[in-house]
């Protein structure tokens, strides 16, 4: 499913952010990605969802060598990887349930095709009553909330999420922990980065520690 090969990353001719990473997920696997602030892992995350290419090393994804793919190849694999980005990235001009419904609507399927699901989903994050309002009148955690149920509507073979619990409480972030866990149950890989080693206590899984650009397992 993913593997990446002697990855380092650098802007420009600065210092290296990441540097020799490698390791392997399997289809199906479930990890999480740890580290103090400034580790890298919000960067290495953005490798993997191919917003970066990496300045050394390869990354292999869905079975093929991703650094090696001209931009144009590349929005086909990214519609297959899920990401719930720590900054939201939700769209103001649309209401929660549409920015939830936006990956679906981008595969092409219409409002009967998709309606159930998505208040289905957004029952389940807590989010029904705030279907039909705006992002800008959502708190933080329900913001989260709605970037964690786009990320995960489309069902994605691979699901990334940076910091999905930091707006939460603990009660909803053992939730949502549990709806990752489901997916991966489902056939979902994921990767989790977090701060709250309280979270591997829910999920019993591999933890990747990434600190000063390199990369081990706890």
Do not use: C
Not at 56 to 65: C, N, S, T
Not at 89 to 94: A, F, P, S
């Amino acid at each position: 499913m993913l593997e990446l090969d002697n990855v380092g990353f650098r802007y420009g001719r600065g210092q290296e952010i990441l540097r020799e990473v490698s390791f392997r997920l399997q289809r199906g696997a479930f990890a999480f990605l740890t580290g103090p602030s400034g580790a890298g892992k919000t960067t290495l995350l953005r490798l993997l969802f191919l917003a970066l290419r990496p300045t050394a090393g390869r990354i292999h994804l869905f079975g093929q060598d991703v650094t090696r793919l001209p931009r144009p190849a590349l929005p086909p694999v990214r519609r297959r990887v899920g990401v719930v980005f720590q900054e939201f990235r939700l769209l103001d001009h649309l209401t929660t349930f549409d920015n939830v419904a936006l990956p679906l609507r981008v595969q092409g399927q219409g409002p009967s095709d998709y309606s159930r699901d998505v208040m289905d989903l957004l029952d389940w994050v807590g989010l029904k009553k705030q279907a039909y309002a705006f992002p800008p009148v959502l708190s933080g955690g329900e913001k989260q909330r709605a970037a964690i149920a786009r990320a995960v509507i489309a069902k994605p073979e691979l699901l990334l999420a940076d910091e999905p619990t930091g707006n939460v409480d603990p009660v909803l972030a053992r939730r949502l922990i549990h709806l990752f866990a489901e997916l991966n149950r489902l056939g979902t890989t994921v990767l989790l980065a977090t701060h709250d080693q309280g979270l591997f206590k829910q999920v019993r899984a591999p933890v990747l520690h990434l600190q000063d650009g390199t990369l081990r397992t706890l």
